[in-house]
C-alpha cells in the first residue's frame, strides 16, 4: 500500500464552487505539505503543517485553506474555485528533520 | 528570500550521450536534493548531499555539492531511454526546502 495517498485522484469542477482535497499518510511523520505543479513553474508551496495544531502559509496560499484534523491528515480546501487554479496537486510528507519529502501520487483538478 | 534556479527547463538528448544539469540557489544551503518525476508520475526522492563539495553516485547517475554549498549538479553518462522524466532539485536552508523548476529531459531512441 502506499505510504502518502490523495483523494480524489481527478476532478473536474465549475467556477465558484467548494473542493476539498485529502491527504493521507502512514509513514508517521509529523510535517505535511500541499504543492500545486503547473507546467513551466516547477512545485510550488501552498500550505505547511509541522504537526497538528501547526499551519503556515507558503508562497502562493491566497484562494486556499487547510486543515490538519490528525497527524496522519491533511486536506487542501478551495473555498470558491477558479479557472486559474487548474493544476496538478501534491501532498508531501516530511520527518522531524524536515529533509526528505515523500509525495501522494497527485489530485489533477480542472476547473471549467 | 531562498531561490533555487535550473536552466534549461527542457533538453533533448539522443539514447547513449551523456547528460549533465545544473542547479544554483541565492544563498548558501545546509543540503541539496535531487527528485525525479516519471511522466505521468510524482516526484520520488533520489539523493541528498550534504558536505561541501560531496560526490554521489548511484550506477549511471552522478550527484556533486558545489564547494561552497551554493550549487550541484547532476550528471548521466550513457542516457537511456528509462532516463526521461523532470529533475527537480531542492535545497535546504532556514528550515526551508525549496524547489527549483525542474529539467524535463526527453531521450531519443
Known amino acids: 500500500d502506499a505510504d502518502v495517498t490523495q483523494t480524489p485522484r481527478n476532478r473536474i469542477t465549475k467556477t465558484g464552487k467548494r473542493i476539498m482535497l485529502e491527504c493521507s499518510q502512514t509513514k508517521g511523520h509529523d510535517r505535511m505539505y500541499w504543492y500545486r505543479q503547473d507546467p513551466g513553474l516547477g512545485l510550488r508551496l501552498i500550505y505547511y503543517?509541522?504537526?497538528?495544531?501547526?499551519?503556515n502559509k507558503g508562497e502562493i496560499s491566497d484562494g486556499y485553506s487547510v486543515s490538519r484534523q490528525a497527524q496522519a491528515k491533511f486536506s487542501l480546501s478551495l473555498e470558491s474555485a477558479i479557472p486559474n487554479q487548474t493544476a496538478l496537486y501534491f501532498c508531501?510528507?516530511?520527518?522531524?528533520?524536515?529533509?526528505?519529502?515523500?509525495f501522494g501520487p497527485g489530485t489533477r483538478l480542472t476547473v471549467l | 528570500g531562498q531561490q533555487v534556479m535550473q536552466i534549461p527547463q527542457y533538453q533533448h538528448v539522443q539514447e547513449g550521450e551523456d547528460f549533465t544539469t545544473y542547479c544554483n540557489s541565492s544563498?548558501?544551503?545546509?543540503?541539496i536534493q535531487w527528485y525525479k518525476q516519471r511522466p505521468g508520475g510524482h516526484p520520488v526522492f533520489l539523493i541528498q548531499l550534504v558536505k561541501s563539495g560531496e560526490v554521489k553516485k548511484q550506477k549511471r547517475l552522478t550527484f556533486q555539492f558545489g564547494e561552497a554549498k551554493k550549487n550541484s549538479s547532476l550528471h548521466i553518462t550513457a542516457t537511456q531511454t528509462t532516463d526521461v522524466g523532470t529533475y527537480f532539485c531542492?535545497?535546504?536552508?532556514?528550515?526551508?526546502?525549496?524547489f527549483g523548476k525542474g529539467i524535463t529531459l526527453s531521450v531519443r531512441p
Open positions: 544563498t548558501t544551503l545546509s543540503n
Open positions: 508531501a510528507t516530511s520527518d522531524l528533520r524536515g529533509t526528505t519529502q515523500y
Open positions: 531542492a535545497g535546504h536552508g532556514n528550515s526551508k526546502l525549496t
Open positions: 503543517s509541522f504537526d497538528v495544531k501547526d499551519i
